[in-house]
């Protein structure tokens, strides 16, 4: 991918998060920093209100960007407006027991967030499209999934692919290819949300499309329920 088209790329995510900073979902503005993608300059504490999992549950933790709080802002804004795919997983098989989740994150920022969830049972780990839109090598990407899962110390951890990039499709092909790797070389699973809204060529299906990097509130949904059914196959 050219520079020119990197700072396309960059300048759309300034534009969407600054969409979510003027109507007031992304918490504090002052956390946003002025380059191109805002990231956070602050660390939340886990989100939304944990609570004990049922013994016929999973318990499950998240740690992600805007694409885990369904660009919302913060997960707990997500899970209150049920754009957050965790939000939409079926009650009767996985209950949220923490975690975390900031548009704008790198997989830096999170593993610096990531801290253990107590009662933990599944670590779903969605992290990486900033990175690309930073130009962080693919081996510091890794690198900081681990340090997530090493934080979170969860007994079973799931690698995510990151979503379709209008962007930068093939990047994006090529990161899921090397998270693929690293989930087998760990021993993780390896889940994608996103089948059925990625082109060929990496790009996003128009149904699903909006800005190029997020979906829509259906496309988180259908993300969810890829989720749920994955998880379900590889538990199986």
């Known amino acids: 991918m050219t520079q020119r088209g990197r700072r396309a790329f960059a300048r759309a995510c300034a534009v ?47 740690v992600g960007d805007s694409n885990s709080t369904g660009y919302s802002g913060t997960l707990d804004a997500g899970i209150a407006a ?42 779903v780990i969605l992290g990486g499209t900033n990175d690309l839109a930073y130009g962080i090598p693919t081996d510091t990407t890794l690198q900081e999934v681990v340090r997530i899962a090493e934080a979170v110390q969860a007994p079973s951890v799931a690698v995510a692919a990151i979503p379709p990039s209008d962007f930068l499709p093939a990047e994006a092909s090529a990161l899921n290819s090397e998270l ?3 989930a087998a070389e760990r021993g993780w699973i390896f889940i994608d949300p996103w089948v059925g809204m990625r082109n060929e060529d990496g790009s996003w ?15 988180y949904a259908a993300a969810a329920s890829q989720i749920a059914l994955q998880l379900e196959g590889a538990e199986g």
């Open 180 to 182: 693929a790797a690293l």
């Open 82 to 123: 049920r754009t957050a795919w965790v939000a939409l997983l079926p009650a009767e098989e996985y209950t949220f027991v923490g975690g975390w989740a900031i548009d704008g994150s790198t997989t830096t920022d999170m593993a610096d967030a990531a801290t253990p969830v107590a009662g933990a049972e599944l670590l």
């Open 16 to 62: 969407a998060v600054s969409a979510v900073l003027i109507s007031g979902c992304a918490g504090d503005p002052a956390a946003s920093p002025e380059p191109t993608i805002a990231g956070p300059t602050s660390r939340s504490s886990p989100a939304s209100s944990p609570t004990a999992a049922p013994s016929e549950t999973v318990a499950l933790t998240i």
């Open 205 to 219: 299906v128009s149904a699903f499309r909006t800005d190029g990097i997020h979906t829509s509130p259906d496309g």
